[in-house]
Every structure is written in structure tokens, then in C-alpha cells.
């Protein structure tokens, strides 16, 4: 990726951003004029700013429940992906609580986690993992699902047993598949470690969120959302890169279809 | 379609990139787990207090720290808890109730309230309230100064902005047809954001707190004008409370007597010396209160003056009538429900809710 | 000129599959089939007269109902299906080794063995490349280089140019050909196009409808090597003209 063509790629989406951003300052400052209903930009910048030995602080534990349940979550939805696709018993069996998995509200689960297992990272990690897990595991059954029946014949033709096929057929053509359901994941993910905290935890952004709510300071409010979502963004963009590093194969599928056009 | 003719290099081995992306995501998975495993709020049988043991004693708050709790703060930075054996763990408010948190023996004590006590310990779980913080009712209801209701009968047919408790809307109106009116009114529940919704005015009453939210709104430049429920015949209650369970005060009813009296140590001091115990109070809890110092300063000199003592002067002491009094209200309005979410046939013993055994003698006396 | 002696054959191959609730499906009828070391043999017939399942038990997919199969040399056949199948995630160079590396082959040696390739099947500086980048002749030219270098006695390849343009697929027919002429690969080729079956093939054999058997063979005896003068003998129509005919009297 060229710096011209990033350059194109986000000029439209940052102007845009710009002009909300002035919008909203304008709308803050002279129409609404009230700090604790809507703060505007600058306000929330500064506020910020000065607290930001307490956001920080309070990043860590989040971004530790994330990490932790993350990969919870992925080692049990490559697990049960690959049993589902061996077997299709198996596959009868798990498909539909993976479904009901997603169902489940986090927020109604929160408490009934913290009340089983304390205060300690262990329901976060548990919650983030159930947020994350559907997308993951179903991106990837997906993905080994939709292997063509004809790479399999020709691969028993050469010989291969089980096994090989799935580890040189169905695991690279499932990887871009993964890879979607990975953004979904990691979009839920953050998301899901503030919602465990609020059902109980000592310290992370969701819990300062909460505090900072409950004594009418929104500007912070706003200001550790704007936190969460930079987390969010960056966690988003590694994905990319790290689908560009272990699919390289692809921007040649897309400049293919470019030339076509 | 024929790109480049030329040979180029041998694109990377993507077997050996996967794994390396696997290992370094096991790796940081690995550093996580164990890295950030000891922290502050763990539990360590000794800390740093010359090497002598101490007891771990969770407290489980109900809300962000507020002056209600000045007197837990007071003690745990002057050491109080730590002179009598105990490492203070606090933990802060969540989603998850403390009455929740103490009959599931998540927590060994919690700030609690007495209706929402009574409901939990009659809907069987093991509670109960060993110390009151609060003597006074600290909540009224408020509405804006500049409305025109200026008496609780003129609350009909407004809306009321409140937690969603079921204790809220048959003591408003009991307090409302004690006035004169009908009681009627509509409810929406609104949780924290109830005195935001008064201050935009999208709901006509709420109740404050006197010590905190009333003030707030004074501050800000939106005062209240309030009512006091027991004028109109309401039976007063115990606001703020410390709460355990029964398990817990049964098998380690010594370290909560040692509690209580850094408690009552601290709620002490906090009503002798108002300002100190609010700068005790900010400086345990700066993230949260540092930004609100004059709020804490005067709510601090309220609850000094009218809500830590009783009549007597006693700090934490509950008396049986109080108790007795709410429970009838809240037995006789149905309030009441079993395990299975009926309304009780018969009403609870109040004394099974309460008990001051744990309090020290001082104050027992 | 190919040998005499015979590297695959079928007796009497017989394949049903059983249906629920009705009379089992008769696909094979006692197929014969017969071809000799180093001679390109084309299988052709109408649609729906089983040739996946002849193909599917020559690749050794499936076992077949009755009959016997006998395949010469290591016994085994190397398959090329109709779609190219080149994993858009290897380069070409790693496509091309995939049947050696299945056989167990180190992936060094196994890159030694395809390098001389590339050239011959006029891949020569695309090693590096993935299939993305190549046009439809020149995957299928390294679908097929795939194939040879399995090392085995017989390709089998299936409908192998069907997907391709008219001009593309003239060409590679005739680099096939040509190909073919240096190394003699014995090759059972499956095809819908009469022309190729005639300008490529030593033997042509023609299928019944279902349940399908050898009606008729046909020996080709145009002169090797067939280049592109070779569309325009006489012979050469009289050829796909008698192979026609066959094929519409079998086919009503």
C-alpha cells in the first residue's frame, strides 16, 4: 500500500470526521451550552488530558481482561471448528449452541458471572470470550465449510490422508473467512470487558466510566469513550495488517479483478 | 494478464508466519496472565505492616465514594483497620448489588440500605445489618426551586424519576395522600441519570439525597426545594448501613467486631472533624471526588452535624422500633416477596434483620 | 509410436449406486478399456453416461461394483480434474509440488524436481507467482505440469482445455502435442471435443449412453508428430467425421 494511496483511501473519512467534530464544538459551545449534557471537543480533550495518569491506569486492566479472553475464545473456536468439521455429528451437536451463544444478553450474564466467580479477572475473561466466540467460531466453520469438495477429491487422488487435507486445503482457504469474523470479534471485545466490569471489578475503564458518570463529570465520560474507541480502532487495524501478513495471496485476487474491470 | 516476467524473489513461507503470529500471541497471552497477576487489590495474608499479620475484610460499596462512607475512609487512612489486625479491601460499586454480593458470601460486608436489606433477607437471603451509618432519613423528594409544586399533593399526575425499587412508588404515595392528593403520578425509571432528568427537565420530582445530590444541584445552580417524608408521617429508616451475612458473623464474629470499631473509630472522628475526615475522604478516592472538593466539604459538615449520631449520640446503633416500623410498611403495602416472588403471608421478625451485637461496647453500653 | 504392451485396463467394470427406495442407478456395464504404454487414449461419450464414475475409479476414488481395474508400473494415476484446483495461496511453484509433497517428498527436493519444468510448460519466471496472476491457459498449463510431476505412469486428465477460449484452447492442444512428443506420458484423456480427441489422441473410445460400456474404438493412425498442419489432412476430417458419426448413433 502506497502512502498515495493511503493518503486517498483516508482523506474522505478524516474531513468528514473534521466536520462533525466543528459541528459538534459549534452545536456544544454556543447552542447547547451545558458541560454536563454535552461537552464539547475541546472540553473533552482537556479533561482528559489531565486525567490521563488515570485512564491509563485504568486501560491496563481492560486491555488485560480483552487479551486474556481473546484468546480464550480462540483457541476454543479453532477447536471446536475443526471437530465440527471432522465430524458431522459433532458438527449437528455444536452448531446450534454456537448460535444460542451469541443470544445471550452480556449484560444479564455480567453479574451472575461476577456472583460465581468473585471479583477477580476470571468473569471478564469469561464474558469476553463469550462475546467473542461466536463470530470467531462461526466465521471459521464457515470458512473450513466452504472448501471445495473437488480440492478434497484431488488431494485423496494424490494420496493424502485426512489430516493432511485439512491442514494444506481447509485451514489456508478458511483464513480470510477467519480473518472477517476476527474483526467482528475484536469490535465486541472491548466491549464486552467494560460491561463485565460494571458488574463488578476494582478498577478499569468501565468502572472509572461508571464513577466518572455518577458524579456528573461527562466530559470524562465522553473522554475515556474516546479512549475505548482508540483502543478499539488500533486493535481493528492490527487485524488488518495481520491479515495482509499472512494472506498476501489476496491483493493479487483484487488487483486481478481490477485489470478485469 | 501476464505481470512481471521476471522470476522476483520467493514470496515468504507462510506456514512458518502463521506460526510465528501464533507464537507471539501465545506469548503475550502468557506475559498477561502472569504479568499483571499481582496486583494491589489481591488478597496478601500479610502486608506491609511490620511484617504482623493481618485479616483480609472485603467491603463492598454501594455507589462511588460519597460522604456516607467518609467514615470507612477515615479509618482506613489513619490506619484504624490496620491497628486492629485488618487489610481493607474495597470494593467498588457495580452492577451487582451488595445485598447480592453479601448473601452469596462474594463480599464479608456491604454498604446496604434498610428496605432493600429487608427485601433481600425476606426473599431468603442470608443478611443482615450490623451498624447504621446514617440516623436520619437521608432522602427527600425535590423538585425544581423554581416549579410551582410547593406541596407533595400538587404531585399528581406529574412524573417521577426514579432507581425502579419497589419501595419508591408506595412511599411516594403514602407521603402524597398524607398531604391531601391522590397518589397518582407516573414512573419512569431512570437510575443515575434521575437528577440530570430533573435538571432538563423531563421529570417533575425525584429523591435526592439531602447530603449529596440536593447539594450538588445547589452548587450547580439548580437547587432543589425539597420535602421531608417523615413530616408527612413516613416512618424514618436507616438510609445507609453496614451489612454481612450471618455465615460470616457465625464463624468470624471476633474480626467484625474489630471491624465495626475501626468503622465507628472513623464515623467518630468524621463527626468531630468534619473538614479533616472530607480531605481523608478526597484523598482516598481522588480520580473520583478530586474534582468535586467543595460538594464534599459541605456535605461532609451535614452529615457530621445531622446524620452519624442518633438522639443519644450513639454512632452505628440500630434501634428495634426503626426497623419494626418499615418492616410493617413495607409488609402491610405488600411489598414483601418470598423466594418465589409472592407477596408474604406473614410478617417477618424485624429482629432477625438487625442486630448491634458486633458493635463496640462503648456504644452497646 | 507407443508400445504394445498395456499400462492401464478395465475388464468388464461394472459401478450401481444404491438409491433410496428404488432400483439402484446402473452407471457402468462392463467397460473394457484398454491403453497402451505411451499412447495418448481418449475417452469420449455423451453427457450423463458416467465418465466421472470411470474417472472417479481410475483416480482409485472409488472402488467399483464389479469388474477389475489393472494399472501398470507403480499403479498409480496421476489425476487432473476439470477445474484448474491451483490453491490461490501457494505460489505456482508450491501448486506444482503439491503432489510430491503429499507423497511425502522433502519441499527442497520436491522445488528441485518441478525447476527444469517451468520452462517446457512455458512458465518459465512465474515460480514465484500465485495462480491470481496467471491467465486461464497458463493455470491450466500449471495444473498440468502439477500432474506430470507426480512421477506416476498414467495422467489422467479430465476435460482438461474444456474451460478455455477457442483460440487458447487450439493452442494448448497443439503444445500438448508437441509436448507429449518428448516426453510419451501415457495419458487417458476425457474429453467433449471431437476435434481434440482425434488431433491428440492415438485411440479413441467411444461410451454408450448409461449404463455405459465401450462401443466402439478407433485407432488413430495420423502421423505423430501431429502439428498444426496435421488439422487440415484429409484424413484428419474423415476421421472427426466417422468419430461423428458414431457418436450421434450412439448418443439416439
Known amino acids: 500500500m502506497t502512502l498515495r494511496r493511503l493518503i486517498r483511501m483516508l482523506w474522505p473519512p478524516v474531513l468528514l470526521a473534521v466536520v462533525l467534530i466543528a459541528g459538534w464544538q459549534l452545536v456544544a459551545r454556543y447552542g447547547i451550552k451545558n458541560p454536563e449534557v454535552l461537552p464539547s471537543p475541546s472540553q473533552i480533550v482537556s479533561a482528559g488530558w489531565q486525567q490521563r495518569a488515570a485512564l491509563e491506569r485504568n486501560a491496563w486492566p481492560t486491555l488485560r481482561e480483552t487479551e486474556l479472553g481473546f484468546a480464550f475464545s480462540f483457541a476454543v473456536s479453532w477447536i471446536l471448528a475443526t471437530a465440527m468439521d471432522f465430524s458431522s455429528a459433532a458438527r449437528r451437536a455444536i452448531y446450534p449452541l454456537l448460535v444460542a451463544s451469541q443470544t445471550v444478553p452480556i449484560i444479564a450474564i455480567a453479574p451472575l458471572f461476577v456472583v460465581m466467580f468473585g471479583f477477580g479477572i476470571a468473569p471478564k475473561v469469561l464474558l469476553v470470550a463469550l462475546a467473542t466466540f461466536f463470530p470467531l467460531a462461526a466465521s471459521l466453520a464457515a470458512g473450513f465449510a466452504n472448501a471445495d469438495g473437488d480440492a478434497d477429491r484431488l488431494l485423496r487422488s494424490m494420496g493424502a490422508s485426512r489430516w493432511r487435507i485439512f491442514w494444506t486445503v481447509r485451514v489456508p482457504g478458511a483464513l480470510p473467512f477467519f480473518f472477517t469474523g476476527l474483526r467482528v470479534a475484536i469490535t465486541y471485545a472491548i466491549g464486552g470487558a467494560i460491561f463485565a466490569e460494571y458488574a463488578g471489578a476494582e478498577s478499569g475503564l468501565g468502572i472509572y466510566l461508571q464513577q466518572m458518570q455518577q458524579v456528573f463529570r461527562t466530559d470524562l465520560v465522553f473522554a475515556t469513550v474516546a479512549v475505548i474507541a482508540i483502543c478499539s480502532i488500533v486493535l481493528f487495524a492490527l487485524t488488518y495488517l495481520l491479515e495482509r501478513w499472512l494472506t498476501p495471496w489476496r491483493k493479487h485476487e483484487r488487483a486481478g479483478r481490477e485489470a478485469a474491470r | ?365 | 509410436m507407443s508400445g504394445d504392451e498395456i499400462l492401464l485396463e478395465t475388464k468388464g467394470l461394472t459401478h450401481q449406486y444404491a438409491r433410496a427406495g428404488q432400483e439402484p442407478l446402473h452407471v457402468l456395464d462392463g467397460l473394457d478399456l484398454r491403453v497402451r504404454t505411451g499412447e495418448i487414449a481418449a475417452v469420449i461419450g455423451p453427457s450423463g453416461s458416467g465418465k466421472s464414475t470411470l474417472l472417479n475409479i481410475l483416480a482409485g476414488l472409488d472402488r467399483p461394483s464389479g469388474g477389475e481395474v489393472r494399472v501398470g508400473g507403480s499403479g498409480a494415476v496421476a489425476y487432473m480434474p476439470q477445474k484448474d484446483l491451483l490453491f490461490p495461496w501457494r505460489t505456482i511453484e508450491d501448486n506444482a509440488i503439491l503432489g510430491l509433497e503429499v507423497a511425502g517428498v522433502k519441499k527442497k527436493t520436491a522445488r528441485e524436481q518441478v525447476a527444469p519444468l517451468f520452462e517446457e510448460f512455458g512458465l518459465g519466471g512465474f515460480e514465484y507467482a500465485y495462480p491470481a496472476q496467471l491467465s486461464g491457459g497458463m493455470r491450466q498449463r500449471a495444473a498440468l505440469l502439477r500432474t506430470v510431476a507426480m512421477n506416476r505412469p498414467v495422467l489422467l486428465l479430465d476435460e482438461p482445455f474444456g474451460a478455455l477460449d477457442s483460440l487458447t484452447r487450439t493452442q494448448l492442444q497443439l503444445w500438448l502435442a508437441e509436448t507429449w512428443q518428448r516426453h510419451g506420458w501415457t495419458i487417458v484423456l476425457v474429453t467433449h471435443d471431437i476435434r481434440e480427441a482425434v488431433f491428440l489422441a492415438d485411440s479413441v473410445h467411444v461410451l454408450s449412453p448409461r449404463p455405459a460400456r465401450v462401443t466402439r474404438r478407433f485407432e488413430i493412425d495420423l502421423p505423430r508428430p501431429r502439428t498444426a498442419d496435421t488439422l487440415t489432412l484429409p484424413e484428419f476430417a474423415r476421421l472427426e467425421r466417422e468419430l461423428l458419426d458414431t457418436l450421434l448413433e450412439v448418443s439416439s
Open chain 2, 1 to 365: 494478464m501476464n505481470s512481471q516476467p521476471d522470476k522476483g524473489a520467493r514470496p515468504p513461507n507462510l506456514t512458518r508466519r502463521s506460526l510465528v503470529a501464533l507464537g507471539l500471541g501465545a506469548g503475550v497471552t502468557a506475559l498477561t496472565a502472569w504479568g499483571g497477576g499481582h496486583r494491589p487489590g489481591e488478597s496478601s495474608a500479610a502486608a506491609a505492616n511490620d511484617g504482623i499479620e493481618l485479616t483480609d475484610v472485603s467491603l463492598a460499596l454501594d455507589w462511588t465514594p460519597n460522604t456516607n462512607h467518609t467514615g470507612v475512609f477515615v479509618a482506613q487512612q489513619l490506619g484504624y483497620f490496620a491497628q486492629r489486625g485488618i487489610n481493607l479491601q474495597i470494593v467498588p460499586y457495580g452492577s451487582t448489588a451488595p445485598e447480592t454480593l453479601i448473601s452469596t458470601y462474594k463480599t464479608d460486608f456491604g454498604i446496604s440500605y434498610q428496605d432493600g436489606l429487608t427485601e433481600a433477607a425476606v426473599s431468603g437471603g442470608d443478611i443482615v445489618s450490623v451498624f447504621a451509618i446514617t440516623q436520619k432519613t437521608d432522602v427527600v423528594i425535590g423538585v425544581r426551586a423554581d416549579s410551582k409544586i410547593t406541596d407533595p399533593a400538587q404531585l399528581d399526575g406529574k412524573t417521577y424519576a426514579g432507581y425502579g425499587g419497589p419501595m419508591e412508588v408506595p412511599m411516594l404515595q403514602y407521603v402524597i395522600r398524607a398531604a391531601g392528593g391522590t397518589g397518582d403520578f407516573k414512573d419512569v425509571t431512570l437510575n443515575t441519570d434521575a437528577y440530570q432528568a430533573l435538571y432538563a427537565g423531563q421529570a417533575d420530582f425525584a429523591m435526592p439525597e439531602p447530603t449529596w445530590e440536593v447539594l450538588q444541584a445547589a452548587l450547580v445552580g439548580k437547587p432543589l426545594r425539597t420535602f421531608d417524608v417523615t413530616e408527612y408521617g413516613f416512618p424514618p429508616i436507616y438510609s445507609v448501613i453496614i451489612a454481612s451475612s450471618n455465615r460470616y458473623l457465625r464463624r468470624n464474629g471476633d474480626i467484625a467486631k474489630r471491624f465495626l470499631a475501626a468503622i465507628e473509630e472513623g464515623y467518630a472522628y468524621a463527626a468531630a472533624h468534619p473538614t479533616e475526615a472530607a480531605n481523608l475522604l478526597i484523598q482516598a478516592n481522588e480520580a473520583v471526588l478530586g474534582t468535586q472538593v467543595k460538594l464534599v466539604m459541605e456535605s461532609a459538615q451535614l452529615e457530621a452535624s445531622q446524620y452519624y449520631k442518633d438522639s443519644a449520640g450513639q454512632i452505628g446503633y440500630q434501634s428495634a422500633a426503626r426497623w419494626q416500623a418499615l418492616t410493617d410498611f413495607m409488609f402491610k403495602n405488600g411489598i414483601l416477596t418470598d423466594t418465589s416472588g409472592k407477596p408474604i403471608k406473614t410478617e417477618p421478625k424485624a429482629s432477625a434483620l438487625f442486630t448491634n451485637a458486633y458493635l463496640p461496647a462503648s456504644v452497646t453500653a
